[in-house]
């Protein structure tokens, strides 16, 4: 996919446009970690954790591999301190959660279907053509 000049006017990213962005981000970021491998290892790590997690099941060897991915997040995530406020991670729930999935994926089985792309295309078709169609005034009653 080519994001060309819009990329910079992205406000949020829908599902796709993320997956997108993460096949091509190490290869564009990479030169611009030149000299700084560890940010670059923090990178992979966190790419290969988020399309590990996405598998649609799991074996004892892919699990293996997710926690590789996170010991290289958790190994390196550190880097990245001097550019929060707080020089904390510790409370930002995605990063906290991020340890939990093993455990949730050997309780209740593969994550595969928890994005959101069902929902953003719902929002998407549904809520925005309502609205368009509506006369703006009392806009919720008329998309009900």
Not at 22 to 45: C, D, E, I, Q, T
Not at 110 to 132: P, Q
Request: one cysteine or more; aromatic letters at 10%.
């Amino acid at each position: 996919r080519q994001f060309g000049d819009k990329l910079t006017a992205v406000k949020q990213w829908t599902g796709s446009e993320y997956k997108d962005m993460l096949k091509v981000w190490l290869a564009a970021l990479a030169p611009l970690l030149k000299g700084h491998p560890n940010h670059l290892k923090f990178l992979k790590s966190v790419t290969d954790f988020i399309l590990i997690a996405g598998y649609h099941s799991h074996t004892e060897t892919t699990l293996r591999y997710l926690q590789d991915a996170l010991h290289g997040i958790s190994r390196n995530i550190h880097l990245f301190l001097p550019y929060r406020h707080n020089q904390s991670i510790s409370k930002i729930p995605k990063i906290h959660s991020l340890f939990h999935y093993i455990e949730c994926i050997k309780e209740m089985g593969s994550t595969d279907n928890s994005d959101t792309e069902v929902s953003e295309a719902a929002h998407k078709n549904l809520i925005k053509d309502g609205y368009r169609t509506s006369n703006k005034v009392d806009y919720i009653l008329q998309m009900l």
